[in-house]
């Protein structure tokens, strides 16, 4: 299993980001996805998950309205679009393949500040 998230990057508040997880080694289509961060020395936030089909999708309270997670099967690849970022979004996102946040790649660094 290989994940590697990119997109993250400094961003002013209210801004946006788009990131993306290119998935290799498994069958991407079959598996729901995740999103989770974590701030340094805090404990892994779950942040959304995805269905293989994308007919269902949850968000944590703090991001509902604000993110969206996506998916494109053909291109093995999971999306997630950031709007209205606040400080509090700070953080290193990781994609995975699985509810505990276990199969996660490399995060990239999201920075929310003016």
């Known amino acids: 299993v290989q994940l590697q998230a990119s997109g993250g990057g400094l961003v002013q508040p209210g801004g946006s980001l788009r990131l993306s997880c290119e998935a290799s080694?498994?069958?991407?289509?079959?598996?729901?996805m995740y999103w989770f961060r974590q701030v340094p020395g805090k404990r892994l936030e779950w942040v959304s998950h995805?269905?293989?089909?994308?007919?269902?999708?949850y968000y944590a309270d703090s991001v509902k309205g604000r993110f969206t997670i996506s998916r494109d099967n053909a291109e093995n690849t999971l999306y997630l679009q950031m709007n209205s970022l606040k400080p509090e979004d700070t953080a290193l996102y990781y994609c995975?393949?699985?509810?505990?946040?276990?199969?996660r790649g490399q995060g990239t660094l999201v920075t929310v500040s003016s």
């Open positions: 995975a393949r699985d509810s505990r946040g276990e199969l």
């Open positions: 995805i269905s293989p089909r994308s007919d269902t999708r």
């Open positions: 080694g498994f069958t991407f289509s079959n598996y729901w």
